[in-house]
C-alpha cells in the first residue's frame, strides 16, 4: 500500500525545523485492511482502547489530532502572519476560536464515553506563516484535508450521538475550507461530492507538521 | 467523467463491467466494506441492486459491491425482513434529498438563464453550484433505481416571486436554501441504515455547506450573523441539523 503516499502533496514542501521523530507510526501494510478499530494503538491514538471507549473513541481521538492541528495552526497564524486584511484577520481568529471548541467538545465525548483523550502534539508548521499567500495555502490545504478526514471516517462511527457531532462540526470544517477558498480567490467548491480520505492517508499528510 | 462517480472499492467480479479507478481512490471506509464483505445476505443484496452485468453505467454508479467472491453472481433472492425495512428508509431519506436537490438545480437554473447576475465571479459559481447540484440529482436518482426505489419527479417550483425580486432577494434565497441543504443532509445522518448511502449523502452534505458559507459570504451575512441559519458559520463553531418536517415546512414558499 502506497502509505507514504500525501493526500495533499503541496504539505510536503512546508519546511520543517528538526523533526526528530516518528510521531505517528504510518500503518503498515499488515494493519491496511483492518477496520478502525483494529488499527495498533500506537502515537497520539493509543490508550482508547484499553479505556474501554472501543471504535467510536479512536475515531474521536483521530478528529481530536487533527483539530489539535488546525486550532494550533490558526493561533500561531493570528500571531505570526503579516499582511492580512482586517477581514483575513478577523477569519483567522474565528477559524482559531472554532477549532478551540471543536477541541473541547471531542475531547470531551471521549471522556464521556469512557476513554482517554489522545494529548495535544507538539506542531510545527515550518515556513506556513512566512507570507499571507504561504499562510492561506496551508489553511485550505488543512481545511480541505479536514474535510476529507471527516467524511472518510464516519461511516464507522457506531453511535449515531457521536456521528451527529461529527457532521456538525465537519459541516463547519467544510464552510471554512470554503471562505479560505474564496479568500484566495479560488472555487469555493470544485466538486460535486467532496472526497472522503482513509485514516493512514490523513495521518501520512499531517506528519510533517508533527515534531513530538 | 470523473464527477459523477461516487469511487467505492469497485467489484472484482468480472461480470460487473464496471470502470475500474485505482485501488486507492476509495471513498468508504474498508471497516464498512468488510461488514459487507463479512455478510453473505448483505452481499447478495447489493450484486442484485446493481442489477446484474451491463446494467449500471459508470457515470452514475454511486454504489458499488466491493469485491471478492466471483461465484456471488447476481442472485434473485428477495431481500429479507430487516433489509426491506433499512431499504425502505433509506430510499423515503433519498428521495427527500433528491426533492431538495431538484430545487436547487432549477434554482440555478433559472437564476442564469435570468440574467440578473452580471457580476462574472458570481456567475461562475452560480454555473458551477448549479451544475454540482445537476450531479446530485442524477447521482442520488441513479442510486435510488438501483435499491429498487422510485426516483421523485422534479418539482413544480415557485422562484418567479424571488426572481422578480431582483438580484439581492436572489442571492439571499441561494443562501437560505443551500444552509437548508446542509441541515438537511446533516439531520437524515443518523437516520441512514446503509453505509455507502450514508457516505454518499456525506460527500452530498459537506459541498452544499460550502456553497452556504461562499453565498453567506457573498450576501454580506458575515460570520458574526444572527439568528438561525445566517451568518457563515451557523450557530458558532457546530452546525445545526433541521429534521425533515422543518425543511419541507421551510421549501414550501418555493414549490408550487
Known amino acids: 500500500m502506497a502509505s507514504s503516499r500525501l493526500v495533499a502533496p503541496e504539505l510536503a514542501t512546508i519546511k520543517v525545523h528538526g523533526m526528530t521523530r516518528e510521531a505517528f507510526l504510518i500503518r503498515s501494510t499488515l494493519a491496511a485492511g483492518a477496520a478502525y478499530g483494529a488499527m495498533s494503538a500506537t502515537g497520539l491514538i493509543s490508550s482508547a482502547l484499553a479505556d474501554g471507549g472501543g471504535d467510536d473513541v479512536d475515531i474521536l481521538n483521530y478528529a481530536l489530532t487533527l483539530e489539535y492541528l488546525e486550532n494550533e495552526f490558526y493561533v500561531q497564524a493570528a500571531k505570526q502572519v503579516k499582511g492580512l486584511s482586517k477581514y483575513e484577520s478577523d477569519l483567522t481568529k474565528e477559524l482559531r476560536d472554532n477549532e478551540a471548541e471543536h477541541v473541547d467538545a471531542l475531547a470531551a465525548t471521549v471522556k464521556k464515553l469512557g476513554g482517554k483523550p489522545a494529548s495535544k502534539p507538539t506542531f510545527d508548521f515550518g515556513g506556513a506563516f512566512a507570507s499571507r499567500a504561504s499562510y492561506l495555502k496551508t489553511a485550505n490545504t488543512l481545511e480541505d484535508t479536514g474535510v476529507s478526514a471527516y467524511n472518510g471516517a464516519a461511516p464507522s462511527i457506531k453511535s449515531t450521538e457521536v456521528l451527529a457531532a461529527a457532521g456538525s462540526i465537519v459541516q463547519i470544517e467544510a464552510r471554512h475550507a470554503a471562505l479560505i477558498r474564496l479568500v484566495r480567490d479560488k472555487p469555493p467548491a470544485p466538486r460535486a461530492f467532496d472526497k472522503a480520505s482513509e485514516m493512514d492517508k490523513i495521518l501520512a499528510a499531517i506528519k510533517p507538521f508533527i515534531r513530538a | ?256
Not at chain 2, 479507478?21 to 474498508?30: I, K, L, N, Y
Not at chain 2, 426533492?99 to 434554482?107: D, P, Q, S
Not at chain 2, 418539482?155 to 434565497?173: A, I, Q, R
Not at chain 2, 458575515?222 to 425533515?244: I, N, R
Open chain 2, 1 to 256: 467523467m470523473r464527477q459523477n462517480v461516487i469511487w467505492l472499492p469497485v467489484a472484482r467480479a468480472k461480470h460487473l463491467q464496471l470502470s475500474t479507478p485505482s485501488p486507492e481512490a476509495r471513498f468508504v471506509t474498508d471497516s464498512a466494506l468488510r461488514e459487507l464483505a463479512d455478510d453473505p445476505s448483505s452481499r447478495k443484496r447489493f450484486f442484485k441492486m446493481l442489477g446484474g452485468a451491463g446494467a449500471v453505467s459508470a457515470a452514475t454508479v454511486i454504489l458499488a459491491a466491493c469485491g471478492g467472491d466471483d461465484d456471488e453472481a447476481a442472485s434473485d433472492a428477495p431481500p429479507e425482513g430487516k433489509e426491506v425495512d433499512n431499504n425502505k428508509s433509506d430510499l423515503e431519506i433519498l428521495n427527500y434529498a433528491l426533492t431538495l436537490e431538484f430545487l436547487e438545480a432549477e434554482f440555478y437554473d433559472k437564476v442564469i438563464a435570468s440574467g440578473l447576475v452580471k457580476d462574472k465571479m458570481v456567475a461562475n459559481l452560480a454555473k458551477k453550484f448549479g451544475e454540482s447540484e445537476q450531479e446530485h440529482v442524477d447521482a442520488l436518482t441513479a442510486t435510488i433505481k438501483q435499491m429498487g426505489g422510485k426516483p421523485v419527479s422534479a418539482p413544480k417550483t415557485k422562484f418567479e416571486e424571488t426572481l422578480d425580486k431582483g438580484l439581492e432577494e436572489v442571492l439571499n434565497t441561494a443562501a437560505t436554501v443551500e444552509n437548508l441543504g446542509a441541515a438537511a443532509y446533516l439531520g437524515q445522518a443518523g437516520a441512514i441504515k446503509n453505509k455507502e448511502v450514508l457516505a454518499a449523502a456525506l460527500a452530498i452534505h459537506t459541498v452544499e455547506a460550502r456553497h452556504a458559507a461562499a453565498l453567506n459570504q457573498l450576501v454580506g451575512r458575515g460570520f458574526m450573523g444572527k439568528g438561525e441559519l445566517s451568518g457563515s458559520v451557523p450557530s458558532g463553531a457546530f452546525a445545526k441539523p433541521m429534521d425533515m418536517a422543518a425543511v419541507n415546512e421551510a421549501v414550501k414558499p418555493f414549490l408550487a
